[in-house]
Each structure stands twice: as C-alpha cells, then as structure tokens.
C-alpha cells in the first residue's frame, strides 16, 4: 500500500527553500564584511571574534530553510511527516555543523597565516 499525502506541503518547500536563499545572501554578505574588516585591520583580533559571531543568526537560518526543504521534499515523494523529518533533520544538522566547523578551521588559517593561503588558483601550477 501506497503512502500518499492529503495536501503535499508544497508551500512549505518555497518557504524553506525562500529562507535559506535569504540567509544565505545575508550570511554571504556579512562574511564578506568581517572578511574586509580582516583584511584592512589586523590588529582587531578582539573585534574579529565578535563579527564570527554576527554570521551564527543568518548561519542559522540556513541550516532551518535547508531543513524544511528537506524534509518537505520527502513528504512531497511520498515519506511520512514522521519519517521525513526523522531523516531530513539529523542530515541538516550533521552537514551544518561539519560546514560550521570547516568554517571556522578557514577563517582561523587565514587568520594564522595570511589570505595567500586560500590562492586555489595557484595550486595547479606548482
């Protein structure tokens, strides 16, 4: 027997899918700001560390926009609200926290060694 919902949460993939674009253009922005404040201002290792944290709120609303498209997706091919969601969640907060993490291991490096470490460009012609 087929699983087959009602009314497909359609609208809550736009909405989730709307939130994290959002965020996601606000946290884009605002790491571009610290990332120029860096550059201009070494001296404000102090200050650096506050503006980290100014990119956990939009951060944040990336990480729940990616959830509810997830998990409205499977609902849409047919999960169950329970297991949509028992699958969707963990993933999120799995890859948000490793993404989070290799964030932070980036900004420190730069913050250790310089914005020449992040040249992508040059590692194929050594």
Do not use: H
């Not at 996601?24 to 860096?38: E, R």
């Not at 201002?41 to 959830?67: M, Q, Y």
């Not at 980036?106 to 992040?118: A, D, K, N, P, Y």
């Amino acid at each position: 027997m087929y699983y087959y919902p009602l009314q497909p949460p359609y609208i809550l993939l736009a909405v989730g899918l709307l939130a994290a674009l959002t965020c996601g253009s606000a946290f884009a922005g605002t790491l571009k700001l610290v990332v120029q404040k860096w550059s201009s201002d070494r001296t404000a290792n102090a200050e650096a560390k506050f503006s980290f944290a100014k990119l956990v709120l939009p951060f944040l609303g990336i990480t729940v926009g990616v959830a509810l498209f997830l998990c409205s997706g499977l609902e849409i091919f047919g999960f169950p609200a329970d297991l949509a969601y028992s699958v969707a969640l963990p993933m999120t907060l799995i890859l948000a926290v490793f993404v989070w993490r290799q964030l932070g291991s980036m900004l420190s490096l730069v913050e250790r060694q310089g914005f020449q470490t992040l040249d992508i460009d040059s590692w194929g012609e050594g």
